[in-house]
């Protein structure tokens, strides 16, 4: 990624904002003029600048943070598992429960949800999503009219609230390891290999023309059988040699017990030996990994996708982020369930993980970045964009103008140095939002704090919900 301070003049300039304290690749800096073109690339970056006539942004500009795995229809699940059922709960019960609710997804519902979502997103710093995407059915487990209802309803649903999408249709095939068929609750999410090609074909159109990338996800190993694996990404790479795939992998121990008494092997050990792990994958969760895992699954360059907040609800475990540090693995964050939908809440769930395990302080800091707020800031965002498969990796020249400006009036920041309000702002968990806006691809989304759409999205939202739980 290269900074420049020389606007290429070829290109008239579509907006500008000046930062007095601005969060590049390299740090934070100060006077920054941010200049981008009519499709929200930034032209330039230059610090040291004078504001001239630019608008200003109320306080320090950080880079719009990827949310690398979403599943929308979860968010109107929330809090409705959060009771002991069986003697002891764990992530398989909790799976029984939301496959209830996903069968009762309609098309309207997940638009509605999903656009709700995608609207707390972006008031909450997330200017782009990777949509893992599997309720493809009707409830009956029948392919709708149109085949691909659902996810131009998530299209749908992103282009309405202004966010970025990387779109993930999911296959899903078997219910376990060994080609186990699939149950009856997982029907609206079965395709075969050439049905999910075709799926693709016919999202790209739709999907390039709102400016999101296609990509695949294999759900899991457990729902993905070799050779569909092989098929899938074959086929996927043959229409797009740079799409985005990402995968569940050893979130759970029974998963990786399941897996050595398939195949003798862990689930990552397996996956780097059959498929072409590269910087195109992403690896969700990898929970439970060993040191060799953690050393060979860094080396493929692979986003290693954790989603803190939904690890911890589940009950998965704990990342171990130093360790993959050290092999410089690349990372970035997702809110998967939604049980927390704030970009700032996952960095701090991810150091407070570490601290705990740890029992140190400022685990995720890094050799060049002594704040770790700023340090995972950084980082986040570019291992999100390289998930993402998209130009979002920051506040450089060429990559896509995705801004956050907080509040430098806000009661928790005010009067503090700009690294240390971005510190404030990840650890200091207010009662109030101190982001006041945010743009996506240049196109302002949110202001003093609110989405144009937030009473309207909320309202579609909460009829949505209640019409879903009442459908039981
Ligand atoms: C999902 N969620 O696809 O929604 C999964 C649960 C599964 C997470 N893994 C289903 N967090 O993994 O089988
Ligand atoms: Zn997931």
Avoid at 234 to 253: F, V
Avoid at 384 to 404: E, F, T
Wanted: proline share 6%.
């Amino acid at each position: 990624m290269s900074l420049s301070n020389v606007t290429d003049s070829s290109t008239p300039i579509a907006g500008r904002l000046f930062a007095a304290d601005a969060l590049l690749p390299t740090g934070w800096a100060r006077n920054v003029l941010l200049q981008w073109d009519a499709t929200g690339r930034l032209l330039s970056v230059a610090p040291d600048a004078a504001p001239g006539d630019a608008p200003q942004a109320r306080g320090p500009v950080v880079p719009g943070m990827p949310n690398l795995h979403s599943h929308a229809f979860q968010r109107a699940f929330v809090g409705l598992t959060e009771y002991r059922g069986e003697s002891q709960d764990s992530f398989w019960s909790w799976r029984n429960l939301m496959y209830r609710f996903a069968a009762r997804i309609t098309p309207e519902s997940l638009e509605a949800i999903a656009t709700w979502l995608y609207i707390e997103m972006l008031e909450a710093g997330y200017t782009s999503v990777c949509e893992f995407h599997y309720v493809h059915h009707d409830q009956d487990g029948r392919p709708y009219a149109d085949d691909a209802t659902l996810s131009l309803a998530l299209l749908r649903a992103a282009h309405n609230a202004g966010m970025g999408i990387t779109l993930l249709p999911v296959l899903y095939q078997t219910s376990g390891f060994g080609a186990k068929p699939p149950r009856a609750d997982q029907a609206r999410f079965i395709r075969s290999t050439d049905n999910m090609l075709s799926l693709l074909e016919r999202l790209a159109p739709a999907t390039r023309a709102q400016g999101g990338v296609l990509g695949l996800a294999p759900h899991s190993l457990r729902a993905v059988p070799p050779d569909s694996l092989a098929a899938a990404v074959q086929g996927l790479t043959a229409l797009n040699p740079q799409a985005p795939i990402h995968i569940h992998i050893a979130e759970q121990t029974q998963e990786v017990e399941d897996c050595i008494a398939w195949s003798g092997q862990r689930p990552v050990q397996w996956l780097l030996e059959h498929a072409p792990v590269d910087e195109r994958w992403c690896l969700v969760h990898a929970t439970h990994m060993t040191p060799q895992e953690y050393l060979d699954a860094a080396r493929t360059g692979a986003v290693a996708g954790i989603c803190p907040t939904t690890e911890a609800n589940l009950g998965d475990g704990i990342f171990d982020m130093p360790l993959w540090l050290q092999h410089g693995g690349r990372w970035g964050v997702g809110s998967d369930s939604h049980a927390c939908v704030n970009a700032a809440e996952e960095l701090l769930m991810l150091e407070y993980g570490q601290r705990l395990s740890l029992r140190q302080r400022n685990v995720l800091a890094s050799p060049g970045q002594a704040e770790v707020a700023t340090a995972m800031t950084l980082q986040a965002v570019q291992g999100g964009a390289q998930a993402s498969g998209r130009a979002i990796g920051g506040l450089a020249v060429g990559q896509q103008a995705d801004l956050v400006a907080l509040d430098a009036q806000h009661v928790a920041l005010a009067g503090l140095p700009a690294h240390s309000m971005l510190s404030s702002h990840v650890f200091g968990s207010h009662r109030t939002s101190a982001i006041d806006s945010l743009w996506v691809a240049g196109v302002q989304r949110v202001s003093e704090g609110r989405h144009a759409l937030h009473d309207t999205g909320a309202q579609a939202f909460l009829a949505a919900r209640s019409a879903t739980i009442a459908a039981d």
